[in-house]
């Protein structure tokens, strides 16, 4: 029994053990390719979302930089958060993408090594965008503080973004699910209500996934 609103985000508020891992070890069964001898649907439906994942990000990154399996990132950072979304919908698991904890350690190493190699490899472009093109001269040295306070920022702000998302729809489901009482009249309006606020959750889930991953490829093809 929760004790708060918020202990649905407490690891050990129901179980020593989480559904979680149960749901890790069965898409890590389904979800590779090399397990399956013949092309079936689900194998068909991976590679159809990992080709048009990866046509995406093509587009998104910069010529200059692009070397053969960078997408791979970027595809991989979006299959695990859309995992860690969609199975935190489920009774009984842990939600990690509501946890900024989660969340910053997945930002700020990415952020981190993509700064790291531009100013070791691209040192004058790097500087060419703290300052843009047209600024007055009395206006640089406040432009450079504004545009490194706006690339620091980023990793917080990604990480925010998804955390804020997740938790909003997690404190809805958890309020809706405290007003349903099977011996009221109302219950089939409640649970039609939940059932759409639960589709509406997965969508969410795939969205700030995709968003997450989308944003830290765009602040990576900035750099031309």
Not at 29 to 52: D, G, Q
Request: aromatic share 12%; with cysteine; charged share 5%.
């Amino acid at each position: 029994m929760m004790t708060s609103l918020f202990s649905m985000f407490d690891p050990t508020s129901s179980f020593n053990t989480q559904i979680n891992w149960i749901l890790s070890f069965l898409t890590t069964m389904f979800i590779p390719s090399v397990y399956w001898e013949l092309n079936s649907r689900t194998n068909l439906i991976n590679k159809l979302i990992l080709l048009n994942l990866n046509k995406e990000f093509y587009n998104l990154y910069s010529k200059s930089i692009l070397s053969k399996g960078s997408t791979l990132i970027c595809i991989s950072l979006f299959m695990l958060i859309l995992l860690n979304n969609i199975s935190s919908n489920f009774p009984y698991t842990f939600c990690c993408s509501a946890h900024l904890a989660f969340s910053i350690s997945l930002s700020v190493p990415i952020w981190l090594s993509l700064v790291i190699f531009y100013w070791i490899n691209l040192t004058k472009t790097m500087l060419s965008h703290l300052v843009p093109s047209g600024t007055p001269s009395i206006l640089m040295p406040l432009m450079v503080m504004i545009e490194m306070t706006s690339n620091i920022i980023r990793p917080t702000a990604l990480a925010v973004r998804l955390t804020a998302n997740l938790i909003a729809g997690h404190l809805l489901m958890a309020l809706l699910g405290n007003t349903l009482n099977i011996n009221s009249i109302y219950w089939p309006v409640i649970s039609t209500i939940q059932i759409m606020f639960m589709l509406f959750e997965i969508m969410v889930a795939i969205i700030q996934s995709y968003v997450f991953s989308i944003l830290m490829t765009l602040y990576s093809s900035e750099i031309s």
